[in-house]
């Protein structure tokens, strides 16, 4: 078995069933903010094309599908490995760019060609990407690897059941807009960012240490970002503002904490050869070690030579975008769209439970979300507010964009204020703008609400399923000295006295201290029948 890092998330496995590729993307991504890291453009995109046999794509974010990569270089017949999710979105992208050869892939099923083995571990709650992320699993006889990319699955148990790979791919730098468009003093900025990236770091930690591979690969980012206004964003920003880290930062990190796992670095370009199940070799053909020295030890400069070469990219996304729409054409747009799902949503507008002010160009917008209404701001008091340009939204409306989290908002080209700590619900509500979505994050959150079961942790017991993401919290949860629960997989926490959820509002989590002559007097009874 044969993988080559393709860019970002993407890769290319040779298997002795056929050829896997997953991922591929050259963007730039997100209304032209974000370009791999390193530069992946000298790959032979035509040559990876032509000897695929099967496309996966983990989800559709678009530093994971890039149509107009797939129109140029992937064969319309090739047999698309499909993800299980709750709605079609994906598959209806796939389709309109002429995709039909289409393999449904259950969760958590093994599907067979010949001596190829894979399984697709889909993860369907609205935190997970735009609903949906997904992980593949891959064996042919000769080794087996796990490509993860952006997905944090909860049931670690099922996904190992496929087997312990033998090489790792997951992602560790992060995907988010926080803390750097928020409207917040440079020292705040730098000291979320810090908890950010720890925060990113400890999640990594924790699967690496899980799936207990003994060779791991960091991917999946960071992105570089070369147009001028979001430059010192790269990296982790040019004043410590960011929450990007690269992959020999992170290799670094692993091997103070876990030496007993192989790091290797995993870019365009890098080729890696596993043979009886054991790793052969880790390649580097696109570039040198000097080349590679340069890149990441010499980051700016390389930088700054990206955004030299690359402008005429820039513009060419620019002249692409819709023609801004006039103030009162774009707010009939958003009011048509955008209030019929407001009435639908019922727990969203709950957990909102306020007003959000849109700045886009001319228009002046807020959205009333316990009232379900969209209309020109009049000074209301506001929960959050958003500056955003209008040629993105233009953009949006007329492609019907269904998902502006995963659109305008990662491409952080726009800026936001609150009022109190991050909501959850007004983010799921924006990547969630059609009907299909909404019903289906509306049954989701009602389906939440029985957390019935609980469950001993140190000296406290404590509703199993973590509020936000339905986590089993006996694997993923620790306890601190001061009574402060800590869920491993997004660094939520929870103060177990008062039940208070210290990340955000709206998630509060049952949990009680054992008195220790209780336990021994239970402990007791249950031995003695």
């Known amino acids: 078995m044969r993988i080559t890092g393709l860019g970002h998330a993407g890769m290319f496995i040779e298997t002795a069933g056929g050829n896997i590729i997953c991922d591929p993307v050259l963007g730039p991504s997100f209304y032209g903010s974000w370009f791999p890291f390193p530069d992946n453009r000298g790959l032979d995109w035509e040559r990876l094309g032509r000897d695929a046999d099967f496309l996966y794509i983990s989800h559709r974010h678009r530093d994971h599908f890039d149509p107009r990569l797939l129109e140029r270089y992937i064969r319309k017949d090739i047999e698309v490995l499909l993800p299980e999710y709750p709605t079609d979105d994906l598959e209806q992208d796939l ?24 399984m697709i571990t889909p993860l369907r709650a609205p935190s997970d990407g735009p609903i949906g992320d997904s992980s593949l699993s891959v064996d042919d006889g000769t080794g087996s690897v796990l490509n993860q990319n952006d997905s944090h699955p909860l049931d670690l148990e099922k996904l190992m059941a496929f087997g312990k790979p033998d090489a790792y791919f997951t992602q560790v730098s992060g995907a988010i807009w926080w803390p750097m468009v928020y409207d917040l003093p440079l020292d705040a900025k730098q000291n979320f960012a810090r908890l950010k990236r720890e925060a990113q770091n400890k999640r990594a930690m924790y699967y690496i240490e899980k799936v207990d591979a003994p060779h791991v690969f960091p991917m999946a980012g960071p992105p570089m970002f070369l147009r001028d206004e979001l430059f010192d964003f790269n990296g982790t920003g040019r004043n410590g503002e960011s929450i990007f880290t690269d992959q020999k930062q992170f290799l670094a990190h692993m091997n103070e904490l876990a030496p007993q796992y192989d790091g290797h670095l995993f870019v365009p370009g890098t080729v890696v050869t596993l043979e009886d199940r054991a790793l052969v070799s880790v390649e580097q053909t696109l570039y040198s070690e000097e080349e590679l020295h340069h890149i990441f030890e010499e980051k700016w400069d390389y930088l700054e030579e990206q955004r030299a070469a690359r402008q005429q990219e820039l513009r060419d996304e620019e002249a692409r975008r819709a023609p801004i729409l006039p103030p009162e054409e774009m707010l009939a747009a958003i009011k048509a769209w955008w209030e019929p799902l407001l009435k639908k949503s019922r727990t969203i507008r ?129 306890v601190d000295e001061d009574g402060v629960l800590t869920c491993s997989m997004h660094d939520w926490k929870w103060d177990l006295k008062t039940g208070r959820c210290l990340s955000t509002s709206g998630h509060p989590i049952r949990a009680s201290r054992i008195i220790e002559t209780g336990r021994a007097a239970r402990e007791a009874l249950q031995s003695a029948g």
Not at 378 to 399: K, Q, R
């Open 350 to 478: 709950l957990g909102v439970g306020g007003n959000v002010r849109f700045r886009i160009g001319e228009l002046d917008m807020v959205v009333d979300f316990p009232k379900a209404k969209v209309r020109e701001y009049a000074g209301e008091e506001c929960i959050y507010w958003y500056t955003i340009p209008a040629d993105l939204v233009s953009t949006n409306i007329a492609d019907h964009e269904i998902d502006w989290s995963n659109s305008i908002f990662l491409s952080m080209q726009f800026s936001v204020g609150r009022s109190g700590k991050f909501n959850e619900f007004l983010t799921t509500f924006l990547k969630c703008l059609s009907v299909d979505r909404i019903e289906y994050v509306e049954n989701w959150y009602q389906e939440q609400t029985d957390q019935t079961e609980d469950a001993e942790i140190g000296e406290w017991v404590v509703q199993r399923r973590c509020p936000h993401l339905r986590a089993d919290l006996t694997r993923t949860g620790s």
């Open 95 to 118: 389709r309109a760019l002429g995709y039909d050869n289409i393999t449904y892939a259950p969760a958590g099923e093994v599907i067979e060609r010949g001596v190829l083995k894979v």
